[in-house]
């Protein structure tokens, strides 16, 4: 079951490399920049063998599909637990509320 608050997404999703498709588990976030106008949406990856055997602990893009939608980003920086660091910019891969009644739970987000 997948979990959606009001700046992000946990649960499942499908990372998309060329041709590659792998089914993941990630924890996404985001932020609006207001400098450059831009949607700042990033997260993590976990641990997962056939995505550390694609990126093999370097940058790489890659399609990242969830429920809500989907969009490219890229895949950098294991840490520790070899969970890949993931973001991207502009539309993310998730629902973002656009109104205060989205935020405030009063209106389904629907996009």
């Known amino acids: 079951m997948s979990v959606a608050d009001e700046d992000g997404y946990t649960g499942p999703a499908t ?3 060329d041709e590659t498709e792998v089914e993941v588990e990630v924890e996404l976030r985001g932020h609006f920049q207001p400098i450059d106008g831009r949607y700042r949406w990033y997260g993590r990856v976990r641990p997962n063998a056939e995505v550390s055997a694609l990126v093999a602990g370097k940058k790489r893009a890659a399609l990242l599909r969830t ?3 989907e969009a490219t980003g890229e895949l950098s920086d294991p840490d520790p637990w070899d969970r890949y660091r993931i973001m991207g910019a502009s539309t993310p891969p998730f629902v973002v509320p ?3 009644a989205e935020l405030e739970g009063e209106l ?4």
């Open 108 to 111: 389904p987000v629907v996009h």
């Open 67 to 69: 429920p809500a939608g």
């Open 15 to 17: 990372l998309v490399f």
């Open 98 to 100: 656009t109104t205060l």
